[in-house]
């Protein structure tokens, strides 16, 4: 058991996480992988962080990382792929079973490691996909039962006969596990089986959805009504800063760093101030993960994601220290990051406001041409967005060229300048 629960040194962690904040794709694994203690490193990082690693490099290539994280670590992975906006996916959750066992039947310690994965594995999430990917007929009632698949296995006490309803690697996932399971325990096995065809998948959807939220809250993701509260107005009386997740130092963030004022404000922090900042940074790009509800398996959107976070909180400081670095450092230290958050998004709220009142004067974004139309609708949305059919040569504009660009989060205070530029025109075009 001492070996399960070895740590790094801090320097050693420290030089680690510097590693990986320079390394991309594959030379990320390697940086875990060639460490002098890879189990070590891998439990030391945040399990987000892991996965985004992992879903970068591939589950293939990555499997390794899987094996050697901790079963807490495990779930999380499992919370962040296999949960969409319609809900809990169970065939997404086959892969990482057999990622996660590979090699369990032919080194101990890759089975003892697989062992407790299997055994901390929420209950619910383990019925929601054996619920999926079996028929279970019981020989009590139906003595020869009809079978429709030839991938089928007769219970060791003989009173099920299990019909498997995956073929090829998820049925060497499921049947993996449920031999596994038969091994451990035949007793809890059967009744694993008897309950899967009487509970009701939408009680065990829910209940797993809970157990998820509370991991995921523990890591710094917030509820969907805490991330919206994010893109408000700044509040009037000094805010409070928000509870620091539970986490360990990552390294994840770190690799959108620009030299920009957020980076160097965050170079002048003490140790210990950096510590708290990184992780309320780190509540602040969560925060905008799940008010635009994205998929964490898509990575281009999560970096798309975390640069906004950057963005507002970049807007903030230079709204509360102008481009006074060390004003700026202060402001950071000192000022809840949620707030300089909040100081950033309502410079955009701003425009904002003067977008609905054009509209209101104009009587519709009909009224105007390619790309202040777009950029109007795309203002006025409940989080507001920047058009960039706007940058477009003044020529241009009026043209389709004009209108096909996509939305997306302001990034800079030159996409402000450039909008209120474009208001001016609105206005004037409205007038004229």
Known sequence: MAKENRTLAPAELRDARAALTVARGRKRLDVILDARDPQALVRALPADELYFTIRDVGLADAAEIVQLASAA??????????????????????????????????????????????????????YLVLRTTLRIHDLEEDPDPELTSDRFMRTPENKYVVEFLVDGTEYMAVRGVLDDLYAEDPFAATRLLSSLRWDLPSELEETALRWRAARLADLGYPSLDEALSWFARPPRTPA??????????????????????????????????????????????????????????????????FEAARAYLELGLEKLAGGDEPRAAEALGETPVKRIFQEG??????????????????????????PLSEMLAALVRRRPRYFPGIE?????????????????????????????????????????
Not at 266 to 279: C, I, K, T, Y
Not at 349 to 361: D, G, M, V
Request: a positive charge; glycine letters at 6%; charged letters at 30%.
């Open 392 to 432: 477009a040569p003044r020529e241009e504009w009026g043209t389709p060229m004009a209108a096909a660009f996509e939305p997306r989060h302001f990034r800079s205070s030159e996409d402000l300048s450039r909008t209120a530029a474009a208001l001016d025109a609105a206005e004037a075009e409205a007038k004229s």
């Open 73 to 126: 670590q495990f779930k999380t992975f499992i919370d962040l792929d296999a949960w969409s906006r319609g809900g809990f996916e169970p065939r997404k959750v086959l892969p990482w079973l057999r990622a996660a066992r590979a090699g369990a039947q032919l080194e101990p310690k890759a089975a003892a490691r697989w062992e407790r994965k299997l055994a901390a594995l929420d209950r619910e999430v383990l």
């Open 240 to 305: 409070s800063a928000p509870g620091l997740a539970a986490r360990p130092p990552g390294f994840f963030l770190a690799t959108l760093a620009k030299a920009s004022l957020l980076d160097r404000a965050f170079a002048a922090l003490s140790p210990a101030e950096r510590d708290g900042v990184e992780r309320q940074i780190v509540s602040a790009a969560n925060a905008v993960l799940v008010a635009d509800a994205v998929d964490p398996g898509d990575l281009e959107a999560v970096r798309a994601a």
């Open 345 to 370: 998004f309502g410079r955009v709220l701003e425009l904002r406001w003067r977008a609905e009142r054009i509209l209101a004067a104009a009587g519709g974004a009909e009224r105007f041409r390619s």
